[in-house]
């Protein structure tokens, strides 16, 4: 099976832009969850989404969105960029319902300018 | 609220030489346990995980972690690293549907 594959790999934007980021999951995984990555923080939770619904939600601002299509694909959305949204965003699926094993793509590098 | 605590942001060792990462955990509820590795320039992969059953878990490259309950913690070792295990490790719960994780723990393996 193919892993988890994240496009695009790399992508620099300027402050007050959006971005649009995509996740493939593996084949027949319905649970989709993002994470940030960055240096001071480290890995923080995001949201996840299963079934097209957002199941559960980290602690970020509104700025932050997503959605997943009925091919269990997603997407996150970041509005009005700030440089510290600066960060390795990583895309994670899982199979389903018993969401323990989750399975990560090798992350989209964001760089606010 | 959960937390992991790894006690080591950075572990010098040779090659061939022993190791043990450190995780500590804080949890009110029953959570899975995972520990994680990540290349440079690469997303995580999962190294081993603790459901329930048995508290030592092996991974298939020689790494082991045990969950100790009465002390929070579930420590990664390996008897014998090799320069490929240079990379970063997280552990991380799982208490919910959510992964929290640690701040990771750099191991650097020298010839």
């Known amino acids: 099976k193919a892993g988890v594959t994240q496009t695009p790999r790399y992508l620099i934007k300027t402050r007050g832009q959006q971005v649009t980021l995509s996740c493939s999951p593996i084949?027949?995984?319905?649970?989709v969850s993002w994470y940030q990555q960055t240096p001071g923080q480290g890995l923080q939770f995001l949201f996840e989404?299963?079934?097209?619904?957002?199941?559960n939600k980290g602690n970020f601002p509104g700025r932050f969105s997503g959605r997943q299509f009925s091919n269990s694909r997603s997407e996150m959305n970041v509005s009005t960029l700030e440089l510290g949204d600066s960060a390795l965003y990583l895309c994670?699926?899982?199979?389903?319902?018993?969401?323990?094993?989750?399975?990560f793509g090798p992350g989209t590098r964001l760089t606010v300018t | 609220a959960q937390s992991v605590t790894q006690l080591d942001s950075q572990v010098p060792v040779f090659e061939e030489a022993p190791v043990e990462l450190r995780c500590n955990y804080s949890s009110s509820v029953s959570v899975y346990l995972f520990w994680y590795v990540q290349y440079p320039n690469q997303g995580l992969q999962l190294l081993l995980k603790y459901l329930s059953g048995s508290t030592l878990v092996e991974s298939i490259n020689g790494f082991e972690a045990e969950f100790n309950k009465s002390q929070t913690s579930f420590h990664l070792r390996k008897p014998s690293v090799h320069i490929s295990d240079t990379a970063e490790y997280f552990c991380a719960v799982m208490p919910t549907d959510k992964l929290i994780f640690g701040t990771g723990t750099r191991l650097q393996v020298f010839p």
């Open positions: 994670a699926s899982s199979p389903g319902t018993a969401s323990y094993e989750q399975y």
């Open positions: 989404y299963f079934s097209e619904t957002q199941r």
């Open positions: 084949s027949g995984h319905r649970s």
